[in-house]
T-cell receptor
């Protein structure tokens, strides 16, 4: 079964609005990572947050991590058309070897011009 | 600094043929990972290799699939006697430590 599950499955917003998506996972983790995938392309690493961190920023991205609820959120502020993509969270479980990424099914974000 | 390179980008095979997917990691990276993505799904871990060693192949199907990362040259994922269910996108990733993995553009395999 998938370790990370994103919510919502799909999100449509107007350019300039913020986009928020959530990720829930089942087992304790070493770290959680967010990736972006444009249609038909590879994955681009966005941000990594470790289990002892609560929040992290990178440009227009803000990631939070709540290990007590086993959840994370990704916020994209001031969205642009180029942000249209699928976003995946991936976790590294604390009991596995620290390389195996477990991905959710992703959130598909559409930014309307 | 070139990123992770995969070729071919698209591969069409008939049932029963062999598929060979190649992955060249980023310069300086000695860890290679293969993942498979079925339509509308997330990526699933297949195998983790270092030079000349398979470290973890727990995600590989028991039959027909094999992977290698020789001392020289790219990592190869080989699928023998392909079936329609093998149609998917296969992604390779590399890292210099066991931290952030950088992904290639993927090979999209279509089995007719």
């Amino acid at each position: 079964s998938q370790q990370g599950e994103e919510d919502p499955q799909a999100l449509s917003i107007q350019e300039g609005e913020n986009a928020t998506m959530n990720c829930s996972y089942k087992t304790s983790i070493n770290n959680l990572q967010w990736y972006r995938q444009n249609s038909g392309r590879g994955l681009v690493h966005l941000i990594l947050i470790r289990s002892n961190e609560r929040e992290k920023h990178s440009g227009r991205l803000r990631v939070t991590l709540d290990t007590s609820k086993k959840s994370s959120s990704l916020l994209i502020t001031a969205s642009r058309a180029a942000d249209t993509a699928s976003y995946f969270c991936a976790t590294v479980a604390i009991r596995s070897n620290d390389y195996k990424l477990s991905f959710g099914a992703g959130t598909t974000v559409t930014v309307r011009a | 600094n070139a990123g992770v390179m995969q070729n071919p980008r698209h591969l069409v095979r008939r049932r029963g043929q062999e598929a060979r997917l190649r992955c060249s990691p980023m310069k300086g990276h000695s860890h290679v990972y293969w993942y498979r993505q079925l339509p509308e799904e997330g990526l699933k871990f297949m195998v983790y290799l270092q030079k000349e060693n398979i470290i973890d192949e727990s995600g590989m199907p028991k039959e027909r699939f094999s992977a290698e990362f020789p001392k020289e040259g790219p990592s190869i994922l080989r699928i023998q006697q392909v079936v329609r269910g093998d149609s998917a996108a296969y992604f390779c990733a590399s890292s210099d430590t066991r931290d952030t993995q950088y992904f290639g553009p993927g090979t999209r395999l279509l089995v007719l």
